[in-house]
């Protein structure tokens, strides 16, 4: 299983991008999944297909899931009520699954959690993860660190606390530990395929203006040097052909950042996607599909 994580600044077009993925990859016979990590899900808009919360075939080896964030961090905090209890009780705070959804890191660990039940299930040849415009992948990463930290704090407090708490209930703080241990383990599993150059390619999606390519360079430079390589950039929305003075103006300080980029990153596969002129939807992924893949510009 190949995991194709598309990121990038809000609005660039990283949603239409990972739907031509999956369109691609399920043209090529390649069961895919199209999995939205964004917590404003658009894939079911880009695809035009309610896809729901479970995951959903939408065409040949194509299929697309949004998770319920609701939902999920339902199923989460029955699941590590345990820790939760603990930790909140501890600063006598009583936490709602409700209110629970809108901690801070809480969608990036249910959507981590997600996203590892389907790698551990290897359903699927690919799955292409469309992103959040803040860039999840970040707290991806820094996930195992941080629950690790946590873990060595509790192992620390361990001789001190778990035979009180197993006091206050029979195993209750065997099972604390043998949950943060569980959330470890798959936030290092999702990790750990993330920087595997083998499992995991992360396109960075930009357009050729100012605030997107520097907002692009810090992100490539952050995850790189988290040490997942960023495989390839594609630059959209790029005007081409017009004798309009308007457009003639883009062209030329649009044509100054693709360069710029170009250069940069010349280890680095660029791919570049006209502005169609028009939203992208349904039946025209196909043509940004055949654009970014068919025309060898981008390759799986
Ligand atoms: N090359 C293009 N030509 C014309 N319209 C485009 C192009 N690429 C994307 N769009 C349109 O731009 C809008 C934003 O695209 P998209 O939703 O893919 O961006 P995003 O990066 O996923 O946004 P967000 O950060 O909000 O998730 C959509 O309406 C989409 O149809
Ligand atoms: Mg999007």
Same mark, same amino acid.
């Given at each position: 299983? *190949? ?10 077009? !990283? ?8 369109? $691609? ?23 035009? #297909? ?13 299929? =697309? ?13 029955? *699941? ?6 603990? %930790? ?5 705070v009583e ?5 629970f959804k ?32 803040? =860039? ?24 001190? $606390?778990?035979?009180? %708490? ?7 703080g065997d099972?604390?530990?043998?949950? #943060? ?11 750990? =395929? ?44 790029? #005007? ?8 003639? *103006? !883009? ?11 170009? =250069? ?34 981008? #390759?799986?």
């Open positions: 299983m *190949r995991l194709i994580y598309v990121a990038g600044k809000g609005g660039v077009g !990283k949603s239409v991008c990972s739907a031509a993925t999956g369109i $691609w990859t399920s043209g090529q016979g390649k069961d895919t999944l199209a999995f939205s990590m964004d917590p404003a899900h658009s894939l079911s808009d880009i695809f035009d #297909i309610d896809i729901g919360s479970q995951p959903k075939r939408i065409a040949d080896h194509l299929y =697309a899931y949004e998770p319920d964030l609701a939902e999920g961090a339902r199923d989460f905090f029955r *699941r590590y009520k345990n820790i939760f209890t603990a %930790l909140f009780g501890l600063f006598e936490v709602k699954p409700e209110d809108s901690m801070p890191g809480v969608s990036e660990l249910i959507f981590m959690d997600k996203l590892n039940d389907i790698y551990a299930q290897k359903k699927y040849d690919y799955v292409v993860i469309d992103s959040a415009p803040t =860039a999840m992948v970040l707290p991806l990463l820094q996930l195992p660190s941080i629950t690790t930290g946590f873990v060595t704090r509790v192992l620390g407090m361990r001789n001190k $606390w778990i035979g009180v %708490l197993n006091l206050l209930e029979s195993g209750f099972s604390i530990l043998s949950e #943060i241990r569980t959330m470890r383990v798959k936030a290092e599993t999702m990790r750990n =395929a993330l920087i595997d150059p083998s499992v995991a390619t992360i396109n960075v999606v930009t357009i050729p203006e100012k605030a997107a390519v520097e907002e692009s360079r810090r992100l490539i430079e952050t995850v790189e040097a988290h040490g997942v390589n960023v495989s390839s950039i594609i630059i959209n929305h790029v #005007i081409s052909d017009c004798d309009c003075q308007f457009c003639q *103006r !883009k062209i030329a300080s649009q044509t100054c950042y693709i360069q710029d980029l170009k =250069a940069s990153y010349s280890n680095k596969r660029i791919a570049v996607l006209p502005d169609y002129g028009a939203e992208v939807k349904g039946s025209s992924l196909g043509q940004v599909a055949e654009d970014l893949y068919g025309k060898g510009q981008l #390759i799986i």
